[in-house]
């Protein structure tokens, strides 16, 4: 059974940073790429990062290069997102997901203001 569970989420003040966690079971999971999701107030869920099964390849959403990383450590069975000065706009409930599998986790809150 694939479970997901997100963390790391938090009231941060604009300009600042976070670094959230998604640790995967029910799945191997250092054969599978790996993606983060976002969901802001209102608006769909829109698809954040990709990361390759080993960690070779990244991509992310135009708007957000050079302030987000993502990353991996299949060892521990957890993919990361990095997010560095943060913006009132990407508050949002963060999902992690397995590229292959339909389901999501219970989602981390991330909420920036001063």
């Known amino acids: 059974q694939v479970q997901l569970v997100e963390s790391g989420g938090g009231l941060v003040q604009p300009g600042g940073s976070l670094r959230l966690s998604c640790v995967a079971s029910?799945?191997?999971?250092?054969?599978?790429?790996m993606r983060w999701y976002r969901q802001a107030p209102e608006k769909e869920r829109e698809w954040v990062a990709h990361i390759g099964n080993d960690g070779s390849i990244t991509n992310y959403a135009d708007s957000l290069k050079g302030r987000f990383t993502i990353s991996r450590d299949n060892a521990k069975n957890t993919v990361y997102l990095q997010m560095n000065n943060l913006k009132p706009e990407d508050t949002a409930v963060y999902y992690c997901?397995?590229?292959?599998?339909?389901?999501w986790g219970q989602g981390t809150q991330v909420t920036v203001s001063s």
């Open positions: 029910g799945f191997t999971f250092s054969m599978y790429s």
């Open positions: 997901k397995a590229t292959i599998f339909s389901q």
